[in-house]
């Protein structure tokens, strides 16, 4: 069994930031990609950024310039720096994590997310 669990949400003002991580544990040999995703309340679930093992980084354009992703893959921890907060980043985070089990599943982990509110 294979989990992910983030922390380091909470309710911030416009212009403030915010780091959220993500750890994952369990029967996991090698990590592929790491990434976030953000729901807004009435909208569809997005990707915000993502890691790959070989080291390819991708952004939404709309957090582009102010958040970062830092994954570490060999500890199974993913980072999310979110520096000039606006109220349209206001959503559940969910870290999202493709591992290979050490029984040679793939698999893909969500966590349970964690809420972030930017307040104008």
């Known amino acids: 069994q294979v989990q992910a669990v983030e922390s380091g949400g909470g309710l911030v003002q416009s212009g403030g930031s915010l780091r959220l991580s993500c750890a994952a544990s369990g029967a996991i040999s090698r990590i592929n990609a790491m990434a976030w995703y953000r729901q807004a309340p009435g909208k569809a679930r997005e990707l915000v950024a993502l890691?790959?093992?070989?080291?390819?980084?991708n952004y939404i354009d709309s957090v582009k310039g102010r958040f970062t992703i830092s994954p570490d893959m060999a500890k199974y921890k993913v980072d999310l720096q979110m520096n000039s907060l606006k109220p349209e980043d206001t959503a559940v985070y969910y870290c999202n994590v493709e591992v290979v089990t050490t029984r040679s599943r793939q698999l893909e982990v969500w966590g349970q997310g964690t809420l972030v509110t930017v307040s104008s």
């Open positions: 890691a790959t093992r070989g080291g390819m980084q």
